[in-house]
């Protein structure tokens, strides 16, 4: 059941409680408690009780949130989980552009950046990496020589040097998200002090994000304090923000966990509320505008205001924006598509929504319903993931060690493709190329007018596609010129 207009726009909480009350008389008590409601509460009554407590807390509130929010009132982080990323991106960028200025000395520079990699006969020829890590560094030179920016890697030597251990997507996620949780405490807890918002001692408040309108909604205290923490907390994209922060902190989501023998279950609230109807529900406001919690629902589909069928609707406005719009993407539409006919079966309210709530204890932020958190006592497990990417990264680099000594001790996958394919490389007036029998030979130019003076990888890889076809290679082996270095 929606909250009334007038009730949502209250924000005097003396107003409030009066309307409150008048409220609670004018409603029947089983009006919480539908035929789907109790379905839903035999399959999991640990998470029902969340839905119940939100939907008695909804009809009772009186704050409201515009949809128009302003970004400047927010005062909880917003989601950026690729952060980490990013701080690879920005060192990655200021070394290869270091890089790229000591290339530009060279008369050549995409001639010196090969030979540096591959031609171990150069004088500024780089020891120590594995054809993998050759690969990385002369494709992210190259780029930034060529004016593209490099792109970061985990296995890139600079980024291992750098990052080290912290060089894994576990720790990145786990770090994260342990940031922004102490941001989110904190800011609670300004809002809080400067508002007079006193949460008694021991008390378990919870706060539960609407995931519609992304309201936030304080559950376990009474009505009176609950108005007050509303009203402080539903600022600008808190409740947004909140909902994302929560919904990344599943430790199930954690998918590279088992990689590390590390297994962590998943909270019922993460498995109880139903994703799809959600991703449906924003899919269609953002396209029509349209609330479908307000839409009537009759024989399997929904209808607006007007009367059409509300994913005539939808597919007509798609196609007009998808015009304009390269975001747009007919797979979109497939997918979404088939949520509303899952949907439209049962009604808007047939299964349970994808709440999200977090809770508040003594100052704190803590997990609901698992031990793998990021409030006080909750944090153990982290030692254990932290302790894992260390280890993973000692075996890494042993690994690595191994690897190089057996590379170094054979030709680089260039010159193994000499030696296969006798892919003649220029010399002044001559060709040199390593032969079948593991030699270098040499010979005098195939033809003068095609050959040409050879900058990049690339290009020698151009003109052996020519030389394979005037010596009639076999085209089964000009897939190697796709060879990864």
């Known amino acids: 059941m929606r909250i009334d207009m007038q009730m949502r726009s209250m924000t005097d909480p003396k107003q409030a409680a009066i309307f409150r009350e008048v409220l609670k008389n004018s409603r029947e008590e089983n009006n919480l408690k539908n035929a789907a409601d109790e379905k839903l509460a035999k399959w999991n ?9 939100l939907k008695e807390r909804q009809n009772m509130s009186d704050t409201f949130i515009s949809e128009v929010k302003n970004d400047e009132e927010t005062t909880f982080p917003p989601f950026y989980p690729v952060k980490a990323l990013e701080e690879k991106v920005t060192y990655s960028k200021e070394y290869y552009e270091k890089q790229n200025k000591i290339n530009k000395m060279f008369d050549n520079p995409k001639e010196h950046i090969r030979k540096k990699y591959y031609d171990r006969k150069y004088p500024y020829y780089v020891k120590g990496l594995t054809n993998q890590e050759r690969r990385i560094v002369y494709e992210n030179e190259i780029n930034c020589f060529e004016g593209r920016t490099p792109s970061p890697n985990y296995y890139d030597p600079i980024i291992q040097e750098k990052f080290g251990a912290k060089n894994n997507v576990l720790v990145e996620d786990m770090e994260y998200n342990q940031s922004v949780r102490n941001q989110i405490k904190d800011s609670i807890n300004q ?12 008390v378990n408040l919870q706060l539960a994000v609407d995931p519609y309108d992304y309201k936030i909604y304080a559950l376990g205290v009474k009505d009176e304090l609950a108005d007050k923490i509303e009203i402080v907390l539903n600022k600008g994209n808190n409740g947004r923000n909140l909902y994302s922060h929560i919904e990344h902190c599943n430790p199930a989501s954690f998918n590279f966990a088992e990689s590390f023998g590390l297994n962590f279950p998943e909270p019922e609230q993460y498995g109880s509320g139903d994703t799809r109807k959600m991703s449906l529900f924003h899919f269609v406001k953002r396209i029509t505008g349209y609330d479908m919690r307000e ?6 589909k929904f209808y607006t205001p007007d009367g059409q069928e509300l994913w005539d609707v939808v597919t007509k406005e798609f196609n007009e924006k998808a015009k304009y719009d390269i975001s747009y993407r007919l797979e979109d539409l497939e997918w979404e598509y088939k949520n509303y006919q899952n949907i439209a079966v ?3 309210d047939s299964s349970w929504h994808a709440i999200r709530a977090i809770g508040y204890k003594n100052g704190d932020l803590y997990d609901i319903d698992t031990k793998y958190g990021y409030g006080e006592g909750q944090r153990e497990w982290q030692k254990d993931i932290i302790n894992k990417a260390e280890q993973h990264h000692q075996e890494y680099r042993q690994q690595r060690e191994k690897t190089l000594k057996e590379e170094e001790s054979k030709p680089t996958p260039l010159e193994k493709l000499f030696a296969e394919h006798g892919l003649p490389e220029e010399q002044q007036n001559q060709y040199s190329y390593y032969g079948k029998d593991g030699k270098i030979h040499t010979k005098p130019l195939v033809d003068n007018e095609v050959v040409k003076k050879t900058n990049t990888l690339d290009d020698m890889l151009d003109m052996y596609v020519y030389m394979a076809n005037q010596m009639k290679i076999p085209s089964k082996t000009k897939s190697h010129i796709n060879f990864m270095l």
Do not use: R, S, Y
């Not at 009554?45 to 407590?53: G, S, T, V």
């Not at 809080?192 to 006193?198: G, T």
């Not at 839409?295 to 399997?300: I, R, T």
């Open 191 to 202: 809002l809080f002090e400067e508002n007079d918002i006193v949460i008694p001692d021991n």
């Open 346 to 348: 049962g009604g808007f």
């Open 45 to 53: 009554p640990i998470a029902n009780k969340l839905q119940m407590d």
């Open 295 to 300: 839409l009537k629902n009759e024989n399997f």
